[in-house]
């Protein structure tokens, strides 16, 4: 059985860190892309950080460039999203998810083969 669990998230304030981490089981990490998307209220879910399973060099939404990093532990089996500097504009529900193809950014939703439980994120300003 394939799960992503994730963990971290919280309350914070404007201008904290918050790291979110999620694990593959049932899985390898190497050989997949990765990514962190996001769910803000009423909004859709959007990609914020991906990584390619073939490149190092990730895709970072406009909106969290110089705050956020994705990076992934592949002997842990495990992805991470380093948030700093965080804003109220990024309150959501983080999700995590692994595809089996390369991608160059974020690539659309229905494309990823597994999702995470997804985790609040709450920025008070």
């Known amino acids: 059985q394939v799960q992503l669990v994730q963990s971290g998230g919280g309350l914070v304030q404007s201008g904290e860190s918050l790291r979110l981490s999620c694990e593959l089981s049932?899985?390898?990490?190497?050989?997949?892309?990765i990514g962190w998307f996001r769910q803000a209220p009423g909004k859709e879910r959007e990609g914020v950080s991906c990584?390619?399973?073939?490149?190092?060099?990730?895709y970072i939404d406009e909106s969290v460039k110089d705050r956020f990093t994705v990076s992934r532990d592949n002997a842990k089996n495990t992805m991470y999203l380093q948030m700093d500097n965080l804003k109220s504009e990024d309150t959501g529900v983080y999700y995590c998810?692994?595809?089996?193809?390369?991608?160059?950014?974020?690539?659309?939703?229905?494309?990823?083969?597994?999702w995470g439980q997804g985790t609040q994120v709450t920025v008070s300003p």
């Open positions: 998810a692994v595809g089996q193809f390369p991608t160059r950014n974020c690539a659309p939703l229905s494309w990823w083969n597994f």
């Open positions: 049932g899985r390898t990490l190497e050989g997949y892309s």
């Open positions: 990584l390619s399973r073939d490149d190092n060099r990730p």
